[in-house]
Antibody, heavy 120, light 107 residues
């Protein structure tokens, strides 16, 4: 069974940076496409971005609200994907989930999430 | 971006009831629609993919239907463990977008 575990969340001041990590186990990570999805308090789920596999050129795509501020990378040797978040805003406060792509646009499985709070 | 309008936003029903949630896309997404179950503190779970395909291991009381712009998700006989928030998601175009969620409660 594939497992996904996020870490790295915490409290950060506006304008600050944070790096989230997501480790997967139980299947081959090398060919996996990975996405980050977030959920702000009281809001619905919001796709943040994805990274394709090395075979897919490690292509990265981002949602408009985070483009230019957030960056996704991967280390296949560690079965880990990262979300580097810079210039954080209070609106970035959310639970951040990591998810494996079952298909190009279907997320399965997900991790339990890690909470990021941006506040002064 | 494709807007996903989900209704209702909350729903109260009794054990054994048939429950239906709808999701409307702002443009044709063919059958590229998924349904997820969310419980606090837990990983969201995929239940239905490609509008009507039940993920292996998911109870058969869950089902989905529709194509184009109008979709539905049904629980044929509500169980206590089904208390959760359910969200639709279009996988047709980037950026992937979700409905706002339907919070299901037991009456």
């Amino acid at each position: 069974e594939v497992q996904v575990v996020e870490s790295g969340g915490g409290l950060v001041k506006p304008g600050g940076s944070l790096r989230l990590s997501c480790v997967t186990s139980g299947s081959s990570f090398t060919g996996a496409w990975m996405s980050w999805v977030r959920q702000a308090p009281g809001k619905g789920l919001e796709w943040v971005g994805r990274i394709l596999s090395k075979a897919g050129g490690e292509t990265r795509e981002y949602a408009a609200p985070v483009k230019g501020r957030f960056s996704i990378s991967r280390d296949d040797s560690k079965a880990t994907v990262y979300l580097q978040m810079n210039s954080l805003e209070t609106e970035d406060t959310a639970i951040y989930y990591c998810a494996t792509h079952r298909t190009a646009g279907t997320f399965d499985p997900w991790g339990q999430g890690t909470l990021v709070t941006v506040s002064s | 971006d494709i807007q996903m309008t989900q209704s209702p936003s909350s729903l109260s029903a009794s054990v054994g009831d048939r429950v239906t949630i709808t999701c409307q896309a702002s443009q044709d997404i063919r059958n590229n629609l998924n349904w997820y179950q969310e419980k606090p503190g837990k990983a969201p779970k995929l239940l239905i993919y490609d509008a009507s395909n039940l993920k292996t291991g998911v109870p058969s009381r869950f089902s989905g239907g529709g194509s184009g712009t109008d979709f539905s998700f049904t629980i044929s006989s509500l169980q206590p463990e089904d208390i959760a928030t359910y969200s639709c998601q279009q996988s047709d175009n980037l950026p992937f977008t979700f409905g706002q969620g339907t919070k299901l409660e037991i009456k």
